[in-house]
């Protein structure tokens, strides 16, 4: 009987299996070609200030069109990109794109704004930082114009190296946030200890602002208090419906960022939305957060 459900078990789900398989070998050789081949691309996201439309800066979103797999999202070939080591070249080129940008921007006469990409857990192992000096001098960019977010998972992950590389990284004038947290194993000792400019709590929180059940809120609250007793300024990501945006201002939430206030738009369209942000935004140095 054991035998027999075993070897039904085994053959009903070999073949899920191998296609899975397939699908990551398939990846993983494509994306060996898109560097070269100008396959990927740089969405932008706006965060905002409350609910007023004061922009506060740009976060750097990765696309990837394939000509046969076609739009593929981060979550499905980041993840395999860092099994195989390519994230190191994908995250250079995600780096170089956005110092490139922001030069461009700059030269267009666009008002300064702060942009922010997002790093892999393995390219903090890497040289990461000397990197990072190399292409925003290259770009002639100023540290303050980039901010780096780290998922909490991945700051966790290896805590030493993190918070030498945070601590490298702000000395020299950059910016770090802490990605979707809440998600994590969070250690609230080592949010301390990292003491970053931004907590972004993860989607699935904001999502549940909305709902009867107070427990969302009640979550959210909890973070927002511990940020703000430690200095961080907190991000909500993922707002979606007016009702979170309501939630979030009487929780006195920072910044938000999410589908409601704008989606990730091409680069061209970014001037557009800078502009028609609230102007009071570079006074009184604002420009810092
Ligand atoms: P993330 O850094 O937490 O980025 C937020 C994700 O949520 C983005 O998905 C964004 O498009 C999506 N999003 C924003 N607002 C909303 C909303 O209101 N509702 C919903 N449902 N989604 C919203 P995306 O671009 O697919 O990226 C997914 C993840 O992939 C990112 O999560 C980040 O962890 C990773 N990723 C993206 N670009 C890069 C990159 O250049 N390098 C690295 N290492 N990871 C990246
Ligand atoms: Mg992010
Ligand atoms: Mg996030
Ligand atoms: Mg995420």
Request: glycine content about 8%; charged content about 20%.
């Amino acid at each position: 009987e054991a035998k027999q459900s075993g070897r039904n078990t085994y053959r009903f789900f070999e073949p899920a299996m191998h296609a899975s398989a397939m699908r990551h070998l398939q990846v993983r050789q494509a994306l060996q070609q898109a560097i070269e081949q100008q396959q990927f691309r740089l969405h932008f996201q706006p965060k905002y200030r409350g609910a007023s439309k004061e922009l506060t800066g740009l976060e750097a979103l990765l696309r990837w069109n394939h000509p046969e797999l076609g739009e593929m999202a981060p979550a499905e070939f980041i993840p395999i990109a860092e099994r195989s080591g390519q994230i190191i070249a994908i995250g250079d080129w995600v780096l170089q794109a956005v110092c490139c940008q922001i030069a461009r921007w700059d030269g267009a006469g666009m008002k300064p704004v702060k942009v922010a990409l997002n790093l892999s857990p393995l390219q903090m192992r890497a040289d990461l930082v000397e990197r990072i000096i190399a292409m925003v001098g290259a770009a002639g960019i100023a540290p303050q114009r980039l901010m780096f977010e780290i998922t909490e998972t991945a700051a966790m992950k290896d805590v030493e190296r993190t918070t030498q590389v945070v601590r490298e990284l702000q000395s020299l004038g950059f910016d770090i946030a802490i990605d979707d947290f809440g998600t994590g194993y969070s250690s609230l000792a080592y949010l301390a200890q990292f003491h970053c400019r931004q907590v972004k709590i993860d989607r699935f929180f904001t999502s549940r602002l909305d709902l009867e059940d107070h427990s969302g809120r009640a979550i959210v609250a909890a973070i927002i208090a511990l940020a703000h007793a430690l200095q961080m300024e907190v991000v909500a990501e993922g707002v979606e419906t007016e009702g979170q945006l309501r939630e979030l201002q009487l929780l006195h939430c920072d910044q938000v960022q999410g589908f409601l206030l704008g989606r990730p738009a091409e680069a061209p369209t970014v001037p557009g939305l800078v502009n028609a942000s609230n102007d009071d935004l570079f006074a009184g140095g604002a420009f810092r957060s």
